[in-house]
């Protein structure tokens, strides 16, 4: 069985920096391309980032390019999110999804919390 078990969020002042981590288990972490995804208050799942399964290649969506760096260490099953400069709109429940940024699959975690705000 799958198992994403994500961490790290919490409230943070515009301008701030949180890591989100992401404990994989279930499958074998190592082969599978991974995305971060979110979902705002009222919105919608938001695809975020994803990295390529030997961390040759990272995205990311528009909004948060320059900002959040995505990586992951095989080793120990375990994907990470760095978000620094964060801003009000990035407000959201923060999932990791098994999968690329074109075909991740549903979240089934119960993601971890960030809240930014003054």
């Known amino acids: 069985e799958v198992q994403l078990v994500e961490s790290g969020g919490g409230l943070v002042q ?3 920096s949180l890591r989100l981590s992401c404990a994989a ?3 074998t ?3 599978y391309a991974m995305s971060w995804v979110r979902q705002a208050p009222g919105k919608g799942l938001e695809w975020v980032s994803g990295i390529s399964a030997g961390s040759t290649r990272t995205s990311y969506v528009d909004s948060v390019k320059g900002r959040f ?3 992951r260490d095989n080793a120990k099953n375990t ?3 760095q ?3 964060l801003k009000p709109e990035d407000t959201a429940v923060y ?3 098994k999968g690329p940024s074109t075909d991740w699959d549903k979240p089934t975690g119960q993601g971890t919390q960030v809240i ?3």
């Open 116 to 118: 930014v705000s003054s």
């Open 25 to 27: 288990s279930g499958f």
């Open 14 to 16: 515009p301008g701030g």
């Open 83 to 85: 978000m620094n400069s």
């Open 29 to 31: 972490f190592s082969y």
């Open 79 to 81: 994907l990470y999110l």
């Open 95 to 97: 999932y990791c999804a």
């Open 69 to 71: 760096t995505i990586s």
